[in-house]
């Protein structure tokens, strides 16, 4: 069977995806594995004895030895302080010091087992809390700079409503000047000062002397003679 470390990866990948935040570091996943071992050490020695122990081994071996298939009524040469017994494996299965100090062994282990997953839950917990505090402090502090710039904004159209708009001043319009124009424009008109003005010309011909009008004689009655009559 070829080993693909891609699938791997990807298999732990898709297992840390449902871990929290604070077991998904490789440091943390290790101190972990650390405080479980430190925790089922710490009950075991509270415990067990050296003796106990011994009778854990014994019985691991007896169970281990029928498991392969070796005889159960086979002896096993069990050392105590008054000399070596032989015992049969099936004998250490059923023996209530064997038993009880393989009772005593796995209860010692789920104890350390769960005193380690107790300080690793309220080791989360404290991070939970932790990150929803600062989530809460920065939505909080959102939400206050949002105010401080609705009010700034309110300010600024309360001052731009009441301050006089000023005129803006108006381009220059620069007239371009094309033969269309040119074109269309209207001639220059000279004015009658000017034409007064301008001096006349030597070959022009004399003005003629303005005629006299005729002198008007008093009405006169007919058959009657006047002083002024000839």
Same mark, same amino acid.
């Given at each position: ?23 998904? *570091? ?23 004895? @050296? /003796? ?78 932790? *990150? ?8 909080? /502090? ?23 708009? *000023? ?6 319009? @620069? ?14 008109? @000279? ?25 008007? *004689? ?13």
């Amino acid at each position: 069977m070829s080993y693909d470390p891609w699938e791997v990866n990807s298999r732990q990948g898709r297992f840390s995806q449902y871990l929290p935040d604070f077991l998904q *570091k490789k440091v943390s996943q290790w101190a972990v594995l650390m405080l479980v071992a430190a925790c089922i050490n710490w009950q075991l020695s509270e415990r067990m004895s @050296e /003796q106990q122990y011994y009778f854990v081994l014994l019985y691991l071996r007896a169970h281990i030895s029928m498991f392969i298939g070796l005889d159960p009524v086979g002896n096993i040469s069990v050392s105590s302080p008054d000399g070596s017994v032989d015992v049969t494996r099936l004998g250490i299965t059923e023996h209530h010091y064997f038993t009880g100090s393989w009772a005593r062994f796995c209860d010692a282990i789920l104890s350390g087992i769960g005193m380690a997953f107790f300080y690793t839950a309220l080791a989360v917990t404290l991070s939970l809390a932790n *990150k929803y505090i600062e989530k809460s402090a920065q939505k909080r /502090q959102q939400a206050l700079d949002e105010i401080d710039r609705q009010v700034a904004l309110e300010k600024e159209r309360e001052r731009l409503r009441w301050e006089k708009p *000023k005129p803006a001043p108006t381009p220059p319009i @620069e007239t371009l000047e094309t033969d269309v124009t040119n074109e269309f424009a209207s001639p220059q008109v @000279e004015l009658l000062t000017e034409l007064l003005d301008e001096p006349e010309d030597e070959d022009s011909s004399p003005e003629p002397p303005p005629e006299e009008p005729p002198i008007a *004689k008093p009405l006169r009655l007919p058959g009657r003679i006047y002083r002024d009559d000839d």
